[in-house]
């Protein structure tokens, strides 16, 4: 028996086109370990946005119904060469009701429970999940447990490889988003040192009021000054970047380095052998990421991505994660949303052109039947 | 007893001022493992340049014999603050006969004989070295010895970090540097794929001339494909970059993702799973290192250096790459000069603006005595 609903795609074309369009599609009966979800609630994150609007023209895009059409401009039109001409689904996680199971014990263990997955075709009525990835959310709403793998298990994620490289203390930029505050939330309770970087006064009084003992603030004139003194209390030198573009990540570098050199004895050509690390684990600005030619050569800036983690964590760490996830999921994993909008709420030019922008404390969440 | 000879010192003061010059100086008697040597005859390496001349405008400095004061811009200026006002030695390696030594068994047993070293004051009549760095040269003369270790230890090193990340292949960057003919030999001794990018024709034909199987020119114009070919079939994805500044290391990266992608089965939104990796080991180039976001977040971009890779080589590794040094020091670790000049031979205008310039193969040699 196959399932029919409403779900949307994404299309690039090679002439530069991209279409995302909500249509009417079918639902195969899972098989083996699969679930048939009816999909309830799915948040827009930024690891969303990369397929469904990346760097396209929306103010001057083609709106109808459940249905627009913008212009993808160079390099990204060609940087995307491998989905040319591919219809994809997309949204990475949500939570949603089992309507049918495979025969796998795992599978039928979950029929009719309410559940979080990571589809990656949330954004849709129906959606096909692997049970093993499936979380049971109990008596909680779809609401709460709709951005319950992402965020949660990226803050995780971040604390968990900081401990794995030997660190006990985090620089974290974009500080006060959604992710920032549960991070917060987590190094405190791990007691993991936070050195947060946020670029407006309001964030600093939401992440102090939160608990937060570093917060600084990058539009002040003394930033860098304020960067050194958190450092240097901290002795944090692995920072995470989710912007990714201009000199965010230089800032930090130099900052760490301009504390360990401070601290050594004897000056050195080749500056201090402290090393330093950035993880640039999104793309909030499409700009060049620049590294000026400060803080010697003992330093690494690698991308952080949640699956490769998650594979070098193994399984017995990620169940522990997720089970710490469900156990305080409306305390310390608790997400916000600005506004709620079905599938083709998500596709009006009001709602694209601000939930693009991935303003802090501003996510968007889909609720596909309305 | 003190003995006394000519040195060369690099002082760099607040107000801007870069000063070199040759002075009197004077040599305590070597202890403990410490032995003095009667320096023969020292390289002038990139990572001298550092200290020596850094980015000071040596085209207008005040030249006198044995001395030049040259203007050292900002950002350089305060990026070097832990050495302001500091007078500093200089030349990290050479080779020199032992004429006295500390009571040490290892110190004495070197007395009389020709010996490389890393003593970080090489320019200079004496210097004093700890003899365990230092390598017996036998029969060999300064001038083949002189570069044994920084160059030949580098290239090695580079081999043993791919071998130590499970890689059997290299691309490297200025391919044709005396640095990269050695690498190109131990590859083709050892067995490891290599991708030469330099940036003329001659360097192709002197990289091939020396049987390099792989050698692209970043000056055609069809660069990007014969890297991506050369990538494709070597499997190389993992890099050695001594430019640094601007976009060479992001050409390596993009490439390589290009490379892995197109040989996906499915189109991935967050670009391929292969880890690319470019390390870059030096700064000719002093612009910012300029990272374009088109290689997805599974990339990492490291510095790389000489005494952090030993210890993490470990002691045996150590010894066992300077006995294949020494084993090979005229053939695959031989190193050639374009100029030799003697301590105030380095400091006129000719020189310092030729040499500081690390033009391929133009290397100088510093022989103290004349």
Redesign the interface.
């Known amino acids: 028996m196959t399932t029919t609903g409403k779900q949307l795609f994404t299309t690039l074309t090679a002439d530069g086109k991209l279409t995302l369009e909500v249509a009417e599609a079918s639902f195969p009966e899972p098989t083996g370990n699969q679930v048939l979800l009816k999909m309830e609630a799915a948040p827009i994150n930024p690891s969303d946005l ?2 469904l609007t990346g760097a396209a023209d929306f103010e001057n895009a083609d709106y109808s119904p459940g249905k627009v059409v913008a212009d993808m401009p160079e ?1 990204f039109l060609s ?1 995307q060469k ?2 040319h001409g ?1 219809r ?1 689904p997309a949204g990475n996680e949500g939570a949603g009701t089992v309507v049918a199971t495979g025969d796998s014990d795992a599978a039928k263990a979950l029929m009719g429970q309410r559940v979080a997955c990571v589809p990656g075709t949330a954004f849709s009525q129906y959606a096909i999940a692997d049970a093993m990835m499936c979380l049971p959310l109990g008596d909680h709403s779809a609401e709460a447990g709709a951005s319950s793998f992402v965020n949660p298990m990226t803050s995780l994620g971040f604390v968990e490889t900081a401990k794995m490289e030997g660190h006990d203390a985090i620089v974290h930029l974009a500080a006060a988003s959604n992710l920032g505050q549960m991070l917060n939330r987590i190094c405190i309770e791990d007691g993991m040192k936070l050195v947060n970087i946020v670029r407006r006064k309001e964030h600093v009084d939401l992440l102090k009021s939160q608990g937060a003992q570093y917060v600084v603030n990058s539009s002040d004139d003394d930033f860098m000054d304020q960067l050194r003194s958190a450092i240097a209390e901290t002795g944090a030198y692995l920072g995470f970047d989710p912007i ?2 201009g000199k965010n990540t ?1 800032h930090v570098l130099k900052a760490m380095e301009q504390v360990a ?2 601290q ?1 004895k004897e ?4 500056g201090s ?1 402290q090393d330093k690390k950035v993880y ?4 909030l600005d ?9 803080y ?10 949640l ?2 983690f998650l594979q070098r964590a193994g399984m017995e760490t990620v169940v522990k994660m997720r089970q710490r996830v469900l156990a305080n999921l409306t305390t310390t994993f608790a997400s916000h949303y600005k506004s709620k909008v079905d599938l083709e709420g998500m596709l009006t030019k009001e709602a694209i052109c601000d939930y693009r922008q991935m303003k802090t404390g501003e996510k968007y969440l889909v609720t596909p039947w309305g």
Chains 1, 2 share one sequence.
């Open positions: 990369a397929i390099p940087g491998g989905r591919q994809l990714g573009g230089d050199s401070s050594m000056f050195s050509r080749y052998n640039i684990y999104g793309r499409f700009s060049p990421t620049i590294l000026t030619p400060s010697g050569l003992q330093w690494t800036v690698s991308g952080w991505l699956t490769p």
